[in-house]
């Protein structure tokens, strides 16, 4: 596995291409890079560490694999054209940031995770949309989600795709590798700890029932 050097890389030192003005303001939770498109993301080194300390502060921290003796600086960034990119720190968690709320549905009908704070207003939402308390998908600005991937095999790197909930193609699309018309939860969880959705769920016995009806017809 290659790595970048040891040191704490500067944001502003990457050349950047200016994007959409943000209303969101730093936290201890998240850093927000206005500035950001989702190809200057893809763009960042993947750093080795030992510890914490080695990492840079849009990192969630050193993720360090003992029985390969690697560590990793791990990154979780969310992006999209309106707000540029926002960096999720280890701290954060969906279920206590009404003041940036990530998760999106397509419609205010969708099942949610009933921990998500209600939106007040767009400026609330990631997105730009809140509707009836709920921030909605706006399919002509997706979510885009990038983690550092693939730590285990000597091959770290930024992988990027759709966010939950996004309009997908195909599983490549998502995050979660999981695409049912939208992209599935929850590759990444914010810390809140949801399992698979019952609308999840019910997709899926009904793509087995279409299949078992073909295998028997």
Known sequence: MKFG?????????????LVGAS???NTTDYKVFPEFRLEDVKKLPIISCSDDS??????????YDYEIDIGVCDMDFFC???NGCV???ESFDSANSPNLIIDSYQTVKDDKNKNLPK??????CFTNQCSEGICLVDDS?????????????H????NCALASNQICYDDLDCISNQCFDVCEDNYYNHNSGDNISSQSFAKAIIYFLLILSLVLN
């Open 5 to 17: 050097y040891k040191i704490i890389f500067s944001l502003q030192c990457i050349g950047l291409s």
């Open 80 to 82: 999209n054209k309106i």
């Open 119 to 124: 939106c007040k207003s767009n400026s609330d």
């Open 23 to 25: 209303s969101f303001t």
């Open 141 to 153: 600005d997706p979510i885009y989600n990038c983690v550092v991937a693939e730590l285990g095999v």
């Open 155 to 158: 091959q770290s790197h930024i």
């Open 87 to 89: 960096s999720i720190l």
């Open 54 to 63: 080695q990492c840079p502060d849009y990192s969630r921290g050193c993720t």
